[in-house]
């Protein structure tokens, strides 16, 4: 009983960080209809930096993911309107070998920057143990996930409660009306695609600062956040986090109680079954589908 | 039509004349290399260039007939000449299971769906060590019997002959089934899934045509592979794979039966080319996909097309300058249907 405690808080917390790296591709994938196979290397992205802000220019980890988000926003705005402006009306392919293209640049090329070792990103707090009742945890952990909380309550507040979250659900539900009204959607998109860049690479240094970071993890990164995205629906927050934690959850028993080997099949089983069985993702509100 | 029939026979007969000019074993290699990724890159292009749906998932085909030959051969002992229209058949069989599930399914789904199942299979490559030795692959694929006194040389030669006939047999059937009715019944979904409905063309029986077909034909280029380089491992269902055959068919023109050769062509040799430049040769490839998204958005072939619209109009052009094909309205549509 105590094991399966243990498990399922395994699994709520992997879940929540596989939530977290998922929530820049449900505003990517989910609002602007770019299948971002770059996101993995984005993420990548923000762990490497984090690592070479808090080793290499001596910042406190908070600073450092400040800079890694200011930086990475940057890019990413940039990313979109010199890159995948030009593609915007083209349908998915051209937005599918784009990001394949850029994830092979940016992973190969920060393979010659920094080589294949794990880097340690410098973690903010101990990684002591903490106990509730019969399950131990870090505290490094717990505290990651209240990050992740944080970072999903700051990216909803961004989309319901803002200007700039107003323009952005206009522009995605109709470009053409949004246009009329006066939204630059140009810049809209641009944001939108930026703040998913933001999103997944502090994902990737504050995981960094638990796991490690390293250069080849993009692919992976990707395939579990698509497998996310899909099950709890596109472009539903909700649907992600929900997404997330039942991906760890079901991992984390499955790894458990089953076999340790064969773990990554469940969450492609998962999806092959979601799309089957209920293609619009378990919790979309619209009935959008395939 | 005419003008693709000349390319393609121009092209055969050209690659026929190779093994007779080349002595050189590397260039002999690198041949082979370019016959069997253009039967990959004519394969997928049968779903991605005529059903129009983008499919990521093509590297299970590949690696099923890999697979499927290397078993059959080592612990089996059956001749090539057998193992490579199983391994073909055998992969058929799982595109039509695949395609059964996944061609109900459009737009980003049908992407994401098709790569789980390359990555399903790829992770039971690696975990079902009774069947498939796991990660170490299997070694050792028996050469045919004729090559047991043969050279080095003899032997590339030998297997150079075996991948022209099968290119030859992938673009005989990729042609027939292009202009049959079938095909011309694909190409109507690609261009608009509602009208092609309305006239009574079932996307599913014909999609699924297509893939059936395209699986067949990468299933026996990879049992071919696994003959060549006699070692089949889990790398066989690995993205990179994937990313090489996509990267072929869009260079080259998807929806064309001889953009993919080009595409094949072009690849092959860049890859090699840029091996000269080592470490940095991943980071140009990459460059390299993002130039020709931007700058060649309908493939080598859609440009030369384009080129030839415009110096002898058809008819019903004649009054304004060519443009280039309008955007397809599918691709909107397709992401929200009830």
């Known amino acids: ?290 | 039509m005419k003008f693709e029939r000349n390319c393609l026979f121009a092209f055969l007969a050209l690659a026929a004349l190779v093994p007779f000019a080349v002595r050189d074993q590397y260039v002999l290699h690198i041949a082979i290399m370019v016959l069997f990724y253009a039967v990959l890159a004519t394969s997928l292009n049968l779903v991605v260039g005529y059903v129009g749906e983008f499919s990521l998932g093509h590297t299970a085909f590949l690696g099923t007939g890999a697979y499927a030959a290397a078993i059959l051969s080592t612990q089996y002992g059956w001749p090539m000449w057998l193992t490579i229209p199983v391994a073909g058949l055998l992969s058929a069989l799982v595109g039509a299971l695949i395609g059964a599930i996944t061609l109900r399914l459009q737009g980003p789904f049908f992407v994401i769906v098709t790569l789980s199942f390359a990555e399903v299979l790829r992770l039971v490559a690696d975990n079902w060590i009774g069947l498939t030795n796991g990660p170490m692959g299997i070694a050792g694929v028996p050469q045919p019997g004729v090559l047991a006194e043969a050279g080095n040389l003899a032997s590339k030669q030998f297997y150079y002959a075996v991948a022209w006939g099968l290119l030859a047999l992938a673009l005989y059937l990729s042609w027939r089934f292009v202009h049959s009715n079938a095909g011309r019944a694909a190409v109507a979904i690609r261009e608009n899934r509602y009208v092609a409905q309305s006239i009574g063309v079932r996307p599913l029986t014909y999609s699924m045509l297509a893939l059936v077909l395209g699986a067949l034909l990468s299933g026996m280029a990879g049992g071919f592979y696994a003959h060549y380089i006699s070692f089949v491992g889990p790398e066989m269902f690995r993205f990179a794979f994937m990313v090489s055959m996509i990267i072929m068919v869009l260079v080259g023109g998807k929806g064309t039966l001889v953009g993919p050769l080009i595409g094949a062509l072009l690849v092959t040799f860049l890859e090699e080319y840029l091996r000269e430049a080592k470490e940095l040769r991943l980071s140009i490839f990459g460059l390299a996909v993002i130039a020709i998204v931007l700058f060649l958005p309908q493939g080598l072939m859609g440009f030369a097309g384009r080129r030839r619209e415009r110096r002898n109009p058809a008819p019903a052009a004649a009054t304004g300058p060519a443009t280039p094909p309008a955007p397809k309205v599918a691709h909107h549509a397709s992401g929200r249907t009830a």
Request: with cysteine.
């Open chain 1, 1 to 290: 009983m105590d094991l399966l405690l243990q498990y399922l808080a395994n699994g709520l917390v992997t879940g929540s960080f596989y939530a977290l790296s998922a929530l820049g591709l449900t505003l990517i994938l989910g609002l602007m209809r770019v299948v971002n196979f770059a996101h993995g290397e984005l993420y990548m992205l923000g762990g490497v930096m984090g690592w070479w802000a808090t080793t290499r220019l001596g910042l406190d980890f908070f600073s450092g993911l400040v800079l890694v988000a200011v930086a990475m926003g940057a890019f990413g705005w940039l990313v979109d309107r010199f890159l995948i402006e030009r593609i915007r009306d083209q349908g998915e392919e051209a937005g599918i070998l784009l990001t394949i293209g850029l994830s092979i640049f940016l992973a190969n090329t920060a393979l010659l920057a920094v080589g294949t070792a794990p880097l340690k990103v410098e973690a903010p707090i101990s990684a002591a143990p903490a106990f509730i009742g019969p399950i131990v945890l870090t505290k490094l952990r717990l505290f990651a996930v209240a990050v992740c909380a944080l970072m999903v309550a700051a990216a909803w507040l961004t989309i319901h409660k803002t200007r700039l979250g107003r323009a952005m659900r206009a522009t995605f539900q109709d470009p053409t009306a949004a246009r009329l009204v006066g939204i630059r959607t140009a810049n809209v998109y641009a944001s939108t695609f930026a703040m998913g860049t933001v999103i997944a690479s502090m994902a990737g240094m504050l995981l960094g600062s638990i796991y490690s970071a390293q250069v080849a993890v993009g692919g992976l990164v990707s395939m579990k956040a698509f497998v996310v995205v899909i099950l709890g629906g596109m472009g539903s927050f909700a649907g992600a986090i929900a997404g997330g934690l039942l991906l760890g959850v079901a991992e984390a028993l499955w790894g458990g109680y089953v076999a340790t080997g064969w773990v990554d099949i469940i969450g492609f089983a998962l999806v092959i079954l979601t799309l089957v069985f209920r293609p619009y993702g378990l919790f979309a509100k619209r009935a959008e589908r395939a």
